[in-house]
């Protein structure tokens, strides 16, 4: 036999290994009924999840952030001319002294992300050069100490 009549009467069939689907329009009715099912699940268990992380979060009393530190030096007087300055140059923004020794300094702001101080930064660099931003610890207003009126309350001049 020669090459072409060697395979002249070659037969194959190939219906036997190709797969079965059940018809796609009882599937997608079935996975309609199923997806309505599960968003109720996954909103409650987002729901819990997001309670658990704000239970949380504000059972501590401080948090990281950030704060623009627009003076950071040894003399007091510079750091009362540095607070007075931003108070007359920019109203709007409440700059706050710290003392920490040997050191004063003077911040502005409270800010959660980075992102959210660069605002400020780019409105004290340009009359303090150099503000920059660090990290910081806040307390949390929930845990501040109440504030007293008495005059002659301790710590109080």
Not at 63 to 76: K, N
Not at 149 to 156: E, Y
Request: no cysteine; hydrophobic share 30%; glycine share 4%.
């Amino acid at each position: 036999m020669s090459g072409t009549d060697a395979y002249s009467n070659y037969q194959e069939t190939i219906t036997s290994p190709l797969p079965e689907y059940p018809d796609f329009t009882t599937r997608l009715t079935a996975s309609e009924d199923s997806e309505n099912n599960s968003e109720g699940s996954v909103n409650l268990q987002l729901q819990a999840l997001e309670k658990r992380i704000h239970d949380k979060n504000k059972s501590e009393p401080y948090f990281s952030g950030f704060t623009v530190l627009a003076y950071s030096g040894l003399d007091r007087n510079l750091a009362f001319k540095t607070r007075d300055d931003l108070l007359a140059l920019f109203p709007d923004l409440e700059p706050e002294m710290q003392y920490q020794q040997p050191r004063y300094l003077v911040k502005v702001g409270k800010y959660t992300y980075r992102i959210e101080a660069q605002r400020v930064f780019s409105l004290l660099k340009t009359q303090f050069p150099t503000a920059r931003i660090i990290q910081d610890r806040f307390q949390r207003k929930e845990y501040l100490p109440p504030v007293t009126t008495d005059q002659n309350a301790q710590g109080q001049n």
